[in-house]
């Protein structure tokens, strides 16, 4: 049924809980799939490129790196799964890996967000949903 899954991961309790849903459907199904980790530095836009914003965008991308490899560690099976590291906004680049990536379903953890947070941030996983062109199954 699905050829190609896309797992966005942040390293939180809600994206492991996703990683294996998404792995057993991945195992079920005979799918492919792509491991997102987004690095989100909107906070240094409009700052001075100096060293200390270079050493934070190699700490944050460094992050990235170590989410991905927790995420092969949970990997039991012999199963494709591809990496994929981006800058930006985390429900945007999910959406557009998507889309580049030709995915059949997103797997992906909820925020964990509520109240006052929620209400001027939104959910990453809020935006995926109301935006993606194929299934999204989100896991709490």
Known sequence: MYKKILVPTDGSEFAKKAQKHALFLAKNSGAEIVAVSVTENNFVNGLPLDDEIYQLNQVLKERSEENLKEFDELVEDDLK?????????????ILQ????????????????????????????????????????????
């Open 97 to 140: 890996v998507a889309k580049d990536e030709d995915i059949d379903l997103i797997v992906m953890g909820s925020s964990g967000k509520s109240g006052f947070d929620r209400f001027i941030m939104g959910s990453v996983a809020d935006k995926v949903v109301n935006s993606a062109k194929c299934a999204v199954l989100i896991v709490h």
């Open 81 to 93: 799964i591809t990496h994929v590291i981006r800058e930006g906004s985390p429900a945007k680049v």
